[in-house]
């Protein structure tokens, strides 16, 4: 399976700045997503990285709050814009090849908000 | 939309067997299967396709029942490995690829 790093792997940030989480695979591949996962809790898709054209976004979630960029094959950055404490999170990105294969996750970025 | 897991928490003893459960209200193109430790990323299990699969490696197995719209996960002789939180997620057709996550299923395997 793909190799995934993911940067960082937590920060502790001040309300209303913004902070860049990057997601670098070893490898090429055709899918990448970004998820929100609090504490205990399930995992919520927040977009689907397309490579060469804007994100999809899920409902609940907009482009002016976590923008996006998915530059090539293999990188991906979410930003988390104007934080406030309910953007306390782990983020994590995933990865996929195709449709109907296994998603393989990053370590995540555990975000706390002051 | 999102799946239904049950049961939401058990508790076993080395040894011993479970089933979780995982519905959908929608038709399903196909089921994945995740295990998160606690701290850790989720790490894939198995991925069952629309057709009825049932699939295992080891002593986890999985089904899928297409007409009925659920999966089932069977740890059979459980370890203390497989402690963790055990999460669905349920592709539906032409959704491009994403996984909406079932709320997990807790399991704690004690010796």
């Known amino acids: 399976s793909a190799v995934i790093s993911q940067k960082p792997s937590r920060d502790i940030c001040q309300r209303g700045t913004s902070l860049t989480i990057q997601c670098q695979v070893d490898?090429?591949?055709?899918?990448m997503f970004w998820y929100r996962q609090q504490p205990g809790q399930s995992l919520t898709l927040i977009a689907t990285?397309?490579?060469?054209?804007?994100?999809?976004?899920e409902s609940g979630f907009v482009i002016d709050k976590f923008p996006i960029s998915r530059p090539n094959l293999t990188f991906s950055t979410l930003t988390v814009s104007n934080m406030s404490p309910e953007d306390s999170s782990i983020y994590l990105c995933?990865?996929?090849?195709?449709?109907?294969?296994?998603?393989?996750f990053g370590d995540g970025t555990r975000l706390s908000i002051l | 939309q999102q799946p239904v897991q049950s049961p939401q928490a058990v508790i076993l003893r080395e040894g011993e067997d479970a089933v979780i459960n995982c519905s959908s209200s929608?038709?399903?193109?196909?089921v994945h299967w995740y295990r998160q430790k606690h701290g850790e990323a989720p790490v894939f299990l198995m991925i069952?396709?629309?057709?009825?699969e049932q699939k295992g490696h080891d002593k986890i197995s999985a089904s899928f029942n297409e007409k009925k719209q659920q999966s089932s996960l069977y740890l059979t002789a459980s370890q203390l490995s497989y402690s963790g939180t055990y999460f669905c997620?349920?592709?539906?057709?032409?959704?491009?690829?994403?996984?909406?996550f079932g709320q997990g299923t807790e399991l704690s395997v004690k010796p």
């Open positions: 069952l396709l629309k057709g009825g």
């Open positions: 990285a397309n490579q060469g054209s804007e994100a999809t976004y």
């Open positions: 490898s090429q591949v055709t899918m």
């Open positions: 997620g349920t592709e539906l057709d032409n959704q491009g690829g994403k996984l909406i």
């Open positions: 995933s990865v996929a090849r195709a449709n109907n294969q296994p998603q393989h």
């Open positions: 929608k038709a399903l193109y196909s």
